[in-house]
């Protein structure tokens, strides 16, 4: 079994999709790579949540989450024939790590203690 753990950012609000009848939660994350001393990367993940389309008013720009879950790889040629890729994780679980503020039009997100997010812990 393959499974990836990762920390990072969530990259703008999520959207709610169906797909062959089921609702997806798509969502992209900016997780760091530390590559030395001083060398860090970005990395973009591109996340799919399957069914469970109430935790959608959480995932939200900014917020920092720890998402775990089966990653894969898809790698095609753009038009210049240059191999080219996008890195997705189908996330089994997934905590938030921050929150976004109740006010409307803070930028920023508040640190606070780690909530993960299950079906039976949403009053919807």
């Not at 994350?29 to 469970?52: F, P, Y």
């Amino acid at each position: 079994m393959l499974k990836l753990q990762v920390i990072g950012n969530i990259g703008s609000d999520c959207q709610v999709n169906t797909f062959e009848g089921k609702k997806v939660i798509n969502f992209s994350v900016a997780a760091t790579i530390n590559q030395g001393q001083k060398s860090e990367k970005t990395m973009w993940i591109d996340c799919a949540l399957w069914n469970r389309e109430n935790t959608a008013p959480y995932l939200l720009k900014g917020v920092k989450v720890y998402l775990d879950g089966v990653p894969t790889l898809k790698v095609w040629n753009n038009k210049e024939l240059e191999a080219t890729g996008v890195f997705k994780l189908t996330v089994d679980n997934v905590t938030l790590l921050s929150v976004k503020p109740a006010a409307k039009g803070t930028e920023t997100a508040s640190e606070g203690p780690a909530t993960t997010i299950t079906a039976d812990d949403l009053p919807f």
